[in-house]
């Protein structure tokens, strides 16, 4: 998982990668939907605004595929500005499993939200 900081003026620097143990303890001290969020970017490489950007409806479980749509920058939904960027996103059982637990335990579960 990649960690990236900013410096005062936002400008961003050179990401810290974790290893699966930090990793591991890091989501450790997480509680959803934090963890889920932080898991489901580490497995992927979801940078944050496409998390923030995402939907229920973008996420396809029967071909365990998420299509990445729009982006959050500076608290504002954009669209997707590349080709890349729009691609599907494979996701694992055991990812799409742990997507779906979140989906029904939590308060914002329709398609839309």
Same mark, same amino acid.
């Given at each position: 998982m990649r960690v990236q900081h900013a410096d005062n003026f936002g400008a961003s620097r050179i990401p810290t990668v974790l290893n699966p143990d930090e990793l591991k303890d890091? /989501?450790?001290n997480l509680v959803d939907p934090a @963890? =889920? $969020? $932080?898991l489901l !970017?580490? +497995? =992927? !490489?979801l940078r944050v605004g496409e998390l +923030? !950007? /995402? @939907?229920? &409806? *973008?996420? *396809?479980?029967?071909k365990l595929e998420i299509s990445v749509i729009r982006d959050v920058v500076k608290q504002r939904i954009e669209r997707c500005k590349t080709e890349a960027s729009k691609k599907a996103i494979p996701i694992d059982a @055991?990812?799409?499993e &742990? /997507?779906?637990s979140w989906r029904l335990r939590c308060a914002y579960y329709q398609q839309d939200d």
């Open positions: 890091f /989501l450790a @963890k =889920t $969020a $932080a !970017g580490a +497995l =992927t !490489g +923030l !950007g /995402l @939907k229920w &409806s *973008d996420i *396809d479980f029967e @055991k990812q799409a &742990s /997507l779906w």
